[in-house]
């Protein structure tokens, strides 16, 4: 019985392989195109706003439809419109506008796939017998894990191949996704028929999450996080690489010594986490996650001390997400579980266009040091609510 927990956590692995691969195709593609930071920070702008725009939304449309046919179905769209990309720029020239807008579509459409995949953990890990905790953290981990894998292969296949390349696997991992979820069983995410409109079912998980402090606070620091993490990641990385580190395979293994201590640092929360105080797990692990990492490459650090650091960086973030997961699963009621991870989400991803921008601008206007620095700091800020706020003393009651 715990196929389907194991096929879920499998299409999971592929689509997040793409998105990685997705990721670092594309702000090296505007680099190696325009040379400019500037339309490189407006690339990742196009590829988040439509992921906060989604995640709005999505929730309700989830629930409609029935997590399995809502998974399916992004794939697939996704997994289109990347093809098209490369197969558009060979026959007929792909301008720049064009590319901005095939991004826009692709992360769209993905978004409610993940949000459908995520729901669907609850009832496939009791399913087949899994603790949710261990549900949790093994999805977490499966997560990292793609991420880990899909870093490096982008930036070998950027470097042997070419970003066109990189684009059509991308695609087909999509479409494998889609493939596995669509063979769960029949019953799996059904729809649940609820007949609210999209404003009053985003307005719904809100309310939810305005009651819920503890939570509210969260998503709060993820929001800060998130728009950091996408400045870093597509814009601030990639400078870094060209710059520093001369080379695209510096970009790829940056990026893929986070996601490999991530998932060393998950498993390592799976087999101990129980035994931990989560809120002193969780305020070392967030502070620990982000500050670091950013601030050797601040500190104009080489390559192989950088990519140490984000390994101990990405260990330490391990812990974060499956705490969280096992929040959300024991207090939010199944009928609202998709809609109020999509507030969640939508709320967590609102900064996130602004990330890339602001890199940009920053780099443009201060340089690639001072732009790290300035990250630097606020990821330091921003780390600060589990050791302060009184709120935070509930993330210790178990139950």
């Known amino acids: 019985m715990r196929r389907p927990f194991i096929t879920l956590l499998a299409a999971n692995a592929l689509s997040v392989t793409g998105t990685m691969l997705c990721v670092l195709a594309v702000p090296w593609f505007v680099l190696e195109t325009t040379g400019s930071a500037g339309l490189t920070g407006l690339a990742a702008f196009a590829t988040t706003l439509p992921v906060v725009v989604s995640a709005a939304f999505g929730g309700t449309l989830v629930d409609r439809l029935g997590f399995r046919r809502s998974s399916v179905a992004s794939d697939l769209i996704s997994g289109v419109v990347v093809l098209a990309v490369p197969l558009l720029a060979q026959r007929e020239g792909l301008s720049y506008p064009a590319l901005l807008g095939l991004l826009f579509l692709r992360w769209l459409a993905a978004t409610p796939g993940e949000t459908a995949r995520k729901a669907m953990l609850p009832e496939l890990a009791a399913l087949g017998g899994v603790r949710i905790e261990r549900a949790a953290a093994a999805y977490d981990g499966i997560y990292r894990g793609a991420a880990m894998v899909g870093a490096p292969l982008a930036g ?10 990189l684009l059509v696997v991308d695609g087909l991992t999509f479409l494998l996704s889609a493939f596995l979820v669509a063979g769960l069983p029949s019953t799996t995410g059904a729809a649940r028929g609820g007949r609210d409109g999209y404003l009053r079912g985003l307005r719904a998980g809100l309310a ?6 503890l939570q509210l606070s969260a998503t709060a620091m ?3 996080v998130n728009m950091l993490d996408t400045g870093v990641t597509q814009v601030l990385l990639a400078l870094y690489a060209r710059d520093v580190a001369a080379g695209p395979r510096a970009f790829g293994l940056l990026a893929g010594a986070v996601a490999a201590g991530a998932l060393a640092g998950t498993v390592a929360y799976a087999a101990a986490g129980d035994r931990l105080p989560r809120r002193l797990t969780y305020g070392v692990a967030f502070l620990l996650a982000g500050v670091p990492r950013v601030l050797v490459l601040a500190l104009g650090a080489p390559l192989p001390v950088a990519v140490a650091v984000a390994l101990a960086s990405g260990f330490a973030a391990g812990a974060i997400n499956p705490i969280l997961c096992v ?6 009621p199944p009928p609202l579980r998709a809609r109020v991870i999509g507030a969640m989400s939508a709320a967590s991803y609102a900064a996130m266009p602004v990330g890339g921008l602001l890199a940009g601008s920053l780099t443009e206007l201060a340089g690639l040091g001072a732009a790290l620095a300035a990250f630097t700091c606020v990821y330091f800020l921003v ?6 706020g009184r709120v935070w003393r509930e993330l210790d009651r178990r139950g």
Not at 208 to 213: E, G, N, V
């Open 327 to 332: 929040l959300q699963y024991d207090r939010i």
């Open 208 to 213: 939810f999450l305005w009651r819920d402090r």
């Open 156 to 165: 070998v296949l950027i470097a042997w191949l070419g970003t066109g390349a």
């Open 222 to 224: 993820i929001v800060v």
């Open 383 to 388: 780390s600060l609510p589990p050791f302060v």
